[in-house]
């Protein structure tokens, strides 16, 4: 009993633990305008119109659309020094942009997301606010501004500050880091002020599709990739993870095949244990019928000895399971450093804990307590009520001058 | 209607060894209630699976058994249940009490098969004990820590314990000494007498057999004499 409750324990955990990563990682589909990428290539961007439709798809949790641009004319100064590499490739201020002094533009981001920054694989990075807030759902066309830290810092831009760019003006109302400087000498605005101040109205450069787990991700992409059909290159890093959690499911299916096998070995053992019972008390059988027992009590008496025995049981495991379980199913998710053997177990222990973030887990729960009281009864009815059933068809003349 | 049992052509075999053995080869007798009877024969006489026939703990091949006025051997599941519950109490030899319940509970076991109350059940078995001479210190305690005598009485007290207008007793003196013996005899005969209970009694002393108002004499499973 302890066995199952703690092989319970460990799928209750290892499928709870891949349904969250399938709904943190590798869930993203990414959409790009065909034949752009970044700022380089050419064609034409996508629309607002194009990708509306996807919003509504089953799955689809989020669709954060991005307008990316240069702005021509701004107050700002680049954080970033051209260096050696910046004055080989780098853009050149003049006209025609051949001559002149190089420089590091500056990049802007639209996006339409409220509550957080869009992850850009662009600017690239973990994005956390450092200061002030991020857009809200009435900043939709507002002339506000994000900036990364770097390039606040360069220009004194704080929580408040005003800049010019293509002739207008905006607010800082965030500071971001991203941990790299390249990524933090950017600005993020609402989607719709990028689009009117580039003159870029409903243009959309980029779009990142969110579903609620990797197993969906397949066919939401083949239901974006029809509605697009040759305008946007649809991508995903879905089959990558599903691949990375596949060996989890698998030790989830064997956590499950344990509590089969370990649930068929205790109605066996309780079945041939009150075999021997019956056999053992054989003569009691015969007497209580011959006072006056019937069937139904006999088969109530054994069914409840047995389950009265089965119960205690599960009491002794849920104490066994709440005392160890958690060690043994840390141990069997999470194995320690070392061995070159479970090399995999060790990167799905790590796959797991890591994305868990919370360290140790704790496994044994209410759920875990009433899948107990379930197997007991379960094993107790199995096990006793064939037995009982054979001890109430017994005459009582045969069996009451046994000694 | 006098007659409290009317058994008519009884017959039950055995197969033993690849022969059969008739072990109650068409026996009829008929008795009154109130009465105190006893069935005597040597071992292998067929006494003990004519008891067990008129008990409904074994099924006979052929044959009636009326028990007023009811074929008890037409009943089937749940009617012969109540029938061993409610109409007949038996004893035995070894008194087949249960070892791991007090002389309380065993005589209050029945009357829960039967549906009686808690608290009618132990005021009722404590009632019984007392008539069968067990005192409320001996009614406390398990089988094993009881002599006997007293077994016997307990399970005589277990057999009175749903009023049965019979009780079956097999071989009731037969695992005690002469003189105990016999006051398990002149008890039984006293509940026949003041209940009004039909007691059969099988045994093979002769003196039982003096003392009883009616006696069946058995031999190779046939009723050989009665008076």
Do not use: W
């Not at chain 1, 965030?174 to 605005?189: E, P, Q, R, T």
């Not at chain 2, 069935?39 to 099924?59: E, P, V």
Request: hydrophobic letters at 40%.
């Amino acid at each position: 009993m302890t066995v199952a409750l703690i092989m319970i324990m460990a799928n209750q955990i290892i499928s709870k633990r891949v349904e969250d990563v399938k709904g943190n990682v590798g869930n993203t589909i990414s959409i790009s305008p065909r034949g752009i990428s970044g700022f380089e290539g050419g064609g034409n961007l996508l629309t607002e119109g194009d990708l509306k439709p996807i919003s509504s798809y089953e799955h689809v949790t989020q669709v954060a659309m991005s307008l990316r641009a240069r702005p021509s004319s701004t107050g700002l100064t680049s954080a970033i020094e051209p260096g050696t590499f910046g004055e080989r490739f780098g853009q050149r201020a003049g006209p025609g942009g051949g001559g002149g002094r190089a420089f590091v533009s500056i990049s802007v981001t639209g996006t339409n997301i409220t509550g957080a920054l869009p992850s850009s694989s662009l600017l690239g990075g973990e994005i956390s606010l450092t200061s002030g807030r991020y857009f809200e759902a009435s900043d939709a066309s507002a002339k506000v501004a994000i900036v990364g830290k770097d390039l606040a810092q360069k220009n004194s831009l704080k929580i408040g500050s005003t800049f010019e760019m293509e002739g207008e003006k905006f607010k800082v109302v965030g500071i971001y880091d991203s941990g790299a400087l390249f990524s933090n000498n950017a600005v993020y605005l609402p989607l719709k002020t990028t689009q009117k101040t580039f003159d870029l109205t409903n243009n959309v450069s980029d779009a990142s599709v969110t579903v609620d787990s990797v197993s969906n991700v397949d066919t939401t992409v083949s239901k974006i990739e029809s509605l697009l059909s040759d305008k946007a290159d649809v991508t995903s890093e879905a089959e990558r993870f599903t691949e990375a959690l596949s060996p989890l499911e698998s030790i989830s299916q064997t956590t499950q095949v344990a509590v089969i096998g370990a649930i068929v070995a205790a109605v066996v053992i309780i079945f041939f244990s009150m075999l021997i019972t019956v056999r053992q008390r054989i003569k009691e059988i015969g007497i209580l019928k011959a006072i006056g027992a019937s069937n139904f009590h006999l088969v109530t008496q054994f069914v409840t000895e047995t389950m009265a025995v089965s119960l205690l049981a599960a009491v002794i495991a849920s104490a066994l399971s709440y005392m160890a379980g958690n060690a043994i199913v840390n141990n069997l998710v999470q194995p320690t450093t070392g061995g070159g053997r479970g090399g995999f177990a060790q990167g799905a222990g790590r796959l797991l804990l890591g994305l868990g973030g919370t360290g140790s887990l704790q496994v044994f729960n209410l759920e875990t307590l009433a899948y107990a009281l379930l197997i007991a009864i379960v094993v107790g009815i199995l096990g006793s009520i064939i037995p009982a059933l054979i001890a109430s068809r017994l005459k009582p003349a045969e069996v009451i001058r046994l000694e | 209607m006098n007659n409290a049992i009317l058994v008519k052509n009884l017959t039950k075999s055995f197969k033993s060894g690849g022969k059969v053995i008739k072990a109650v080869d068409g026996i009829s007798f008929e008795l009154e209630r109130g009465v105190f009877a006893s069935i005597i024969g040597k071992s292998g006489s067929g006494k003990t699976t004519l008891l067990n026939l008129l008990g409904a703990l074994d099924k006979a091949d052929s044959g009636q058994i009326e028990i007023d006025g009811v074929d008890i051997t037409k009943l089937g599941g749940r009617k012969l249940d109540g029938y061993r519950r409610k109409t007949v109490g038996f004893t035995f030899q070894s008194y087949n009490l249960i070892p791991n319940l007090n002389a309380l509970e065993n005589v209050m076991l029945p009357m829960e098969f039967a549906g009686v109350s808690g608290r009618e059940r132990r005021g009722r078995a404590k009632e019984l004990l007392l008539s069968v001479g067990i005192d409320e210190n001996r009614q406390k305690r398990k089988p094993a820590k009881l002599s006997g005598g007293e077994q016997q009485r307990v399970a005589i007290a277990r057999a009175l314990a749903n009023q049965p207008t019979i009780i079956l007793a097999d071989e009731p003196t037969g695992n005690l000494d002469t003189d105990t013996g016999y006051k398990i005899v002149e008890l039984l005969k006293k509940i026949a007498k003041e209940k009004n209970t039909t007691v059969i009694v099988v045994t093979h002393d002769n003196e039982i057999a003096r003392k009883s108002q009616k006696v069946f004499y058995l031999r190779d499973g046939k009723l050989v004499h009665e008076d």
